[in-house]
């Protein structure tokens, strides 16, 4: 790709750098993934082009996000993250330059448990939400400041159940479970914890020398509790983790019933 030649001396590469190979990969279901290699360097390059539900801003806007995310997560010096390196245009998309980890399958759990507690735990605003909507997945997520952890959900659960379109009785439990959510909450002394957003086994790994890695987040300040739900949602992670992590944060009560739902948001 022309366009990321033009911009590699601006991440760093030397002035005459040229790419000699680019090697297509897995990167999820959203976007396309390469493998870029110059004389001296590897980069992970996702791109997106325009589609059905994507126009050009809105993938430049999803990865511009995305690299402010793993910023975020980098900047607590709690678990790894891919660095991200730049955001720039195609012709009809955009793409994203990120540093090059060869990845490994996870295998200490444990060690995961104990540095997303930290993350969790890390000191951060007095509020809930984050600087900006960003996207999990393809989908924006809404992401305006609340003074309340409540607040910021039944914002999002709303989001979400009018894109799904409910009609009838469905559409009227959608909004009772909205209007009644602060009753699932009660005698909880929630403190915004800074999260993934969309941890799933797909999106943790491991480095060469075995260090959990994380990437493809939806950030925000919200209540640690909604991380392990979707973590649990979809699997993957053993006791080992869940013991590490509540060495840290001890499981609340009633977090089986708040988990679902958590799980409502991400269906």
């Given at each position: 790709?022309?366009?990321?030649?033009?911009?590699?001396?601006?991440i760093?590469?030397?002035?005459?750098?040229?790419i000699?190979?680019?090697?297509?990969?897995?990167g999820?279901?959203?976007?396309?993934?390469?493998?870029?290699?110059?004389?001296?360097?590897?980069?992970?390059?996702k791109?997106?082009?325009v589609?059905?539900?994507?126009?050009k801003?809105?993938?430049?806007?999803?990865?511009?996000?995305?690299?402010h995310g793993?910023?975020?997560?980098?900047h607590t010096?709690?678990?790894r993250?891919?660095?991200?390196?730049?955001?720039?245009?195609?012709?009809?998309?955009?793409?994203?330059?990120?540093?090059?980890?060869?990845?490994a399958?996870?295998?200490?759990?444990?060690?995961?448990?104990?540095?997303?507690?930290?993350?969790?735990l890390?000191?951060?605003?007095?509020?809930?939400?984050?600087?900006?909507?960003?996207?999990?997945?393809?989908?924006?997520?809404?992401?305006?400041?609340?003074?309340t952890?409540?607040h910021?959900?039944?914002e999002?659960?709303?989001?979400?159940?009018?894109?799904?379109?409910?009609?009838?009785h469905?559409?009227?439990m959608?909004?009772?479970?909205?209007?009644?959510?602060?009753?699932?909450?009660?005698?909880?002394?929630?403190?915004?914890?800074?999260?993934?957003g969309?941890?799933?086994?797909?999106?943790?790994?491991?480095?060469?020398?075995g260090?959990?890695?994380?990437?493809?987040?939806?950030?925000y300040?919200?209540?640690?509790?909604?991380?392990?739900?979707?973590?649990?949602?979809?699997?993957g992670?053993t006791?080992?983790?869940?013991?590490?992590?509540?060495?840290?944060?001890?499981?609340?009560?009633?977090?089986?019933?708040?988990?679902?739902?958590?799980e409502?948001?991400h269906t």
């Open positions: 790709m022309a366009e990321i030649t033009k911009v590699l001396p601006q760093g590469a030397a002035p005459d750098s040229r000699t190979r680019m090697t297509p990969v897995s999820g279901c959203i976007s396309t993934a390469h493998i870029v290699e110059t004389s001296d360097q590897k980069y992970f390059v791109s997106h082009t589609d059905s539900f994507m126009t801003q809105m993938c430049k806007s999803m990865f511009e996000q995305e690299l793993l910023n975020a997560l980098r010096h709690t678990i993250v891919p660095q991200p390196l730049h955001v720039g245009d195609l012709s009809s998309g955009a793409f994203l330059i990120l540093e090059y980890i060869p990845l399958r996870l295998r200490d759990h444990r060690k995961l448990g104990h540095q997303l507690a930290n993350l969790h890390h000191k951060g605003p007095s509020q809930f939400g984050f600087d900006s909507n960003n996207y999990i997945g393809s989908t924006m997520q809404p992401n305006g400041w609340h003074d952890w409540v910021l959900l039944q999002r659960l709303r989001y979400q159940f009018d894109r799904a379109q409910f009609t009838g469905l559409k009227n959608a909004d009772e479970l909205v209007r009644r959510l602060a009753q699932f909450f009660k005698g909880l002394d929630i403190r915004p914890s800074l999260v993934h969309d941890l799933w086994a797909g999106n943790c790994a491991a480095d060469s020398s260090e959990p890695v994380v990437f493809d987040p939806a950030v300040w919200g209540h640690h509790e909604a991380e392990l739900s979707i973590m649990r949602m979809f699997g992670f006791l080992d983790f869940y013991s590490a992590y509540h060495e840290h944060i001890p499981r609340a009560p009633g977090f089986e019933l708040r988990a679902q739902i958590y409502l948001y």
